[in-house]
C-alpha cells in the first residue's frame, strides 16, 4: 500500500485535522490480520477527529485496549472512546505498532453537526468493543441490511453512526455494515451534502 502523498508528521497531521476527519491504521498482529482478511480490507482500524472550540484535537474510536484517559468520562475505560488525538495515534503506531493515514473530509462542518457529533458521544461513549468473534458476526449480519444489537458495537460503526448523525451518510444501511476498509478509498460510500474524503496520507509517527 502507498499514499499518495509524501508523509506529514505527527505534528503537521494533527494540526491538519478538523472534525470529521479520518484516521486509518493497518497493523501487524493476528487480530489486525483476522479482521482485514475477514472484511478484504487494506486497513484495520478507524476513528474520527472532533476538533471543537477550544478543546485540544481529540480521536473518537472503539478499542479493547484502556490506556488512555477518556476525555468524555475521565476514566480509563474499554469500548467506545474519546482520546487525545495525538496521544492515541501515538499509542496506535507506538504499542500497538500500526502504521498511520490521515484521510480528510471536504466539506463545512455546522454547528448543527458539530451538535450530532456531541450527542451521538454522549449515547455511545462506553459502548463495550465485541470479541473477534462476534465482531465478525456483526459484521456478517450487516452486509445483508440486519442491524445488529446495540449493547456492542465496534470501531467502523461508531464512524458510520457518527457520520449518519451528521447528515454525512443516509441511514438505509445500518451501522454495522460498515468496516474500517469502507473508509479507505476505493470504496463508494455515498456521501451527502456534497461531501468527500480526500486521498489517504501517510503520517510519520516516531
Not at 498482529?29 to 479482521?35: K, M, P, R, Y
Not at 500497538?96 to 458539530?114: F, G, I, K, N, S
Not at 445488529?148 to 454525512?168: Q, S
Request: glycine residues 8%; hydrophobic residues 40%.
Amino acid at each position: 500500500m502507498s499514499s499518495p502523498s509524501a508523509p506529514l508528521s505527527l505534528d503537521e497531521a494533527v494540526d491538519l485535522t478538523r472534525t470529521g476527519d479520518l484516521w486509518l491504521f493497518r497493523g501487524r498482529s493476528t487480530a489486525d490480520h483476522a479482521i482485514r482478511v475477514l472484511t478484504n480490507a487494506p486497513v484495520n482500524h478507524v476513528g474520527m477527529a472532533v476538533v471543537l472550540d477550544d478543546l485540544p484535537p481529540l480521536m473518537w474510536h472503539a478499542e479493547l485496549g484502556k490506556g488512555l484517559r477518556d476525555v468524555w468520562t475521565g476514566q480509563h475505560q474499554r469500548g467506545v472512546q474519546l482520546h487525545d488525538l495525538r496521544e492515541a495515534v501515538q499509542q496506535w503506531c507506538g504499542r500497538y505498532e500500526q502504521r498511520a493515514w490521515l484521510r480528510q473530509l471536504d466539506t463545512a462542518v455546522t454547528r448543527e453537526m458539530e451538535d450530532a457529533v456531541l450527542r451521538t458521544v454522549a449515547r455511545l461513549d462506553g459502548t463495550p468493543f465485541p470479541s473477534t468473534v462476534a465482531l465478525a458476526g456483526r459484521w456478517a449480519r450487516g452486509r445483508i441490511r440486519r442491524a445488529a444489537p446495540a449493547e456492542l458495537t465496534y470501531c467502523a460503526e461508531v464512524v458510520a453512526a457518527t457520520y449518519t448523525a451528521m447528515g454525512l451518510l443516509d441511514d438505509d444501511r445500518p451501522t454495522n455494515f460498515y468496516d474500517p476498509g469502507m473508509f479507505w478509498s476505493g470504496d463508494e460510500m455515498g456521501l451527502l451534502r456534497g461531501a468527500r474524503l480526500g486521498d489517504e496520507i501517510a503520517v510519520a509517527v516516531p
